[in-house]
């Protein structure tokens, strides 16, 4: 067989290996979805009764230590920190903190939403109130 005659038969091919490529790469987003990165600094404010806001921000680091820093507005200029470990599963994430005033441990199990950390699950009494958003 002559490379002629192949010629149309390499066009079928070569076209049929694009579209097959193209449409695993539309199709591949919902295939093979990639893991949130949660790495980085969040921060929320929260109404606190004998300040004028408690400012929150959480450091998630890549080596899955984490901080929790809570800031009693014109109430003190010295955060309180208290430190953790984090891990991931699929678009969630739980922080396990250890405060640094001596208080029991506490879990708070987090969802991404929007480029936000919203809580699920928690055992401590604000929790539920710790919406932080990606800085």
Known sequence: MHIRNMIPQLRRLVLIVVVGALALGVLGCDL???QPTFEGTYKATLP???ASALEMTLALNA???CTLSSLYVG?????????GQW???????????TPADGEAPYQI????????????????????DLRM???
């Open 87 to 97: 891990s991931s599963s699929g678009n969630s994430i739980t922080i396990d903190m």
């Open 109 to 128: 199990t987090f969802e991404l939403k929007d480029g936000e950390l919203v809580p699920t699950k928690w055992t401590v009494g604000w929790g539920q």
């Open 133 to 135: 958003k990606k800085q």
């Open 48 to 50: 606190a009764a004998d």
């Open 75 to 83: 109430k003190s200029d010295k955060p309180s920190v208290d430190k």
């Open 32 to 34: 093979f979805p990639t």
């Open 63 to 65: 080596d899955k230590t």
